[in-house]
């Protein structure tokens, strides 16, 4: 009852973001905002911002607001571990306009609502992905190709990702300022170090030793311009061990 109680008092000002960290929170006051059950019409189609971390909300209940909403603007599912790609990818085909999306500890999302997100929400500025161990570079080249204005991406603990996706994130999202990378392994400082100075990065082959650095381009001059046309400064979070 509290949890439906909540939802109707700040659905008044197009939010529901008082729900984190319910943990005796259900699907079922989405379907009845959703006008999926009872006699009343849906009551989130100005919905602008959810926020339903740490709760046990299932695919149920979110493909419930993906039948009646298109105006998300920011979008916080940490820690629900019953989502699956299913009703994200649903509700993010429908949401073209969302600027933030969280989805740490999520832990079935895979590559496919990544690659869902850089197909359909070409305007995202912030993407935590942080200990979704199932995503890989896959999902993250598609966010370096076509998200150019995202300025914050936490993709800590990807164990499955290696450095290529820093290629695309150089050469495409001129605007990042904030990566956090820590707990990746394969991450190494040539790679940190292509994506602080907005340079493209080139993978050293097999037969080359880890620690090289990448291959100068064929001119210093257009290098040095090219670094100065990206007024991008990227502070990176990472760890040696």
């Known amino acids: 009852m509290l ?12 939010i529901i973001h008082m729900l984190d960290h319910c943990i005796l929170f259900e699907s ?6 959703a006008g999926l059950m009872g006699f009343q019409g849906p009551k989130l189609s100005q919905l602008t911002v959810l926020d339903l971390s740490s709760t046990p909300v299932d695919d149920k209940g979110l493909t419930a607001v993906s039948t009646c ?14 989502l699956t790609d299913s009703s994200l990818t649903k509700l993010i085909k429908i949401n073209k306009n969302l600027l933030l999306i969280s989805l ?6 895979t590559d496919k609502t990544v ?6 929400c070409s305007e995202i500025r912030s993407l935590n992905l942080s200990q ?9 080249l598609a966010i370096g190709n076509k998200c150019s204005k995202l300025q914050a991406l936490n993709i800590s603990g990807l164990n499955k990702l290696d450095e290529s996706p820093l290629c695309s994130l150089t ?3 001129l605007g990042l300022q904030m990566v956090n990378v820590t707990g ?25 030793s880890s620690s090289s650095p990448p291959p100068p381009s064929s001119s210093s001059s257009s290098s040095s311009s090219s670094s100065s046309s990206s007024s991008s400064f990227v502070y990176i979070l990472c760890s040696l061990w």
């Not at 740490?104 to 999302?109: E, S």
């Open 28 to 33: 079922e006051p989405l379907l009845w905002l």
């Open 3 to 14: 949890s439906t109680i909540t939802l109707t008092l700040t659905l008044t000002h197009n």
């Open 69 to 82: 909403n298109r105006k998300l603007k920011y979008l916080n599912l940490n820690d629900c571990d019953r």
């Open 104 to 109: 740490r500890n999520v832990h079935l999302v």
């Open 171 to 173: 050469n495409t999202c």
């Open 184 to 208: 990746i392994s394969a991450i190494t400082v040539n790679g940190l170090n292509a994506l602080i100075e907005g340079k493209p990065y080139y993978a050293p082959s097999s037969s080359s």
């Open 132 to 140: 979704c161990h199932q995503v890989g570079n896959k999902g993250l």
């Open 115 to 120: 690659c869902c997100i850089a197909n359909n």
